[in-house]
């Protein structure tokens, strides 16, 4: 889940408290702390709402000047189901949370969700299952550079370098200079 800079600008100023996603099954719950490049905002809630359910101050409260340019945006966006966002500003990242480094306890609800985005990734590929292959390598390797994972994988850099995106997309690998490792939520993951 990405938030444009837009966004997180207006949640850090306290304009926009809302966000709309469509998405098959939740992909963040309440009380969940995302660290961003505006500092640390809380996600407060998570809900299923119906599309013609967005009225003009959800649509002001999200950043939109109508319910209906921000009901169409959503359309646009394919299937799931629409889920309305609670954001919060929460002050700014300190140097431990911005490096995640404090370990994490997936709840068995978020382990699900992540296993299934991976096996999502692997069935979608045509060289078959990858993803946790790449997760077990950068974590032997912390710090590895993602020309090296290309190597020892035998596949091009460039496309290499699309597919350890996808895995941070997903907050599973992090990077530090001249390479990337795992995130405390990709640690969490493979530890089980």
Known sequence: MLLSARVLRGVRSGEIGVVFFR????????????????GLVGVESVRRVGLASIDEPEARLAGFSSAAGLRSMLAERGSGSVFRVGLRYLGP????????????????????????????????????????????????????????????????????????????????????PGGVRLSAVGRALLQG
């Open 93 to 176: 990242a300190g140097r431990e949370e911005s490096e995640r480094d404090r370990p994490v306890v997936l709840s068995s609800g978020e382990r699900d969700r992540l296993v299934r985005e991976l096996a999502r990734l692997d069935v979608s590929a045509a060289r078959g299952g990858w993803t946790w292959w790449v997760l077990e390598l950068v974590g032997r390797r912390p710090g590895v550079r993602v020309a090296e994972v290309a190597a020892e994988w035998g596949r091009p850099v460039a496309r290499c370098k699309s597919d350890v995106w996808r895995l941070r997309q997903l907050g599973l690998v992090e990077p530090v």
């Open 23 to 38: 998405w098959g099954e939740p992909l963040l719950e309440p009380g969940s702390r995302l660290v961003t490049p505006v």
